[in-house]
C-alpha cells in the first residue's frame, strides 16, 4: 500500500476488491436467509441489492481510508 510500484498498488486493489466482495456475499447471504417465507423474487431482489451495497460501500472505504493513510 506504502510502495511507489504499480504492481504493489495493483495487489492493494485486488485485495480490497476481493475483500468488497466477500463482504458483500455475505451481506447477500444474511438478507436471503432473512427474508424466508417471502416471494422469491422480493428474496432475490433485496439480496442483490444488499450485496451491491455492501459491495460499494466497503470497496470505497477500504480505497478512500487507503489513500488518506498513503498521503
Do not use: C, N, Y
Not at 495487489?11 to 458483500?24: C, R, S, T
Not at 451491491?52 to 466497503?58: L, Y
Amino acid at each position: 500500500m506504502g510502495g511507489d510500484s504499480s504492481g504493489g498498488k495493483g495487489v492493494w486493489v485486488a485485495i480490497v476488491l476481493l475483500g468488497a466482495m466477500v463482504i458483500g456475499a455475505v451481506a447477500a447471504g444474511v438478507v436471503w436467509v432473512a427474508q424466508e417465507g417471502h416471494p422469491a423474487g422480493d428474496r432475490v431482489v433485496g439480496a442483490l441489492a444488499a450485496g451491491g451495497a455492501t459491495f460499494i460501500g466497503v470497496a470505497t472505504l477500504a480505497f478512500v481510508i487507503g489513500s488518506f493513510l498513503t498521503s
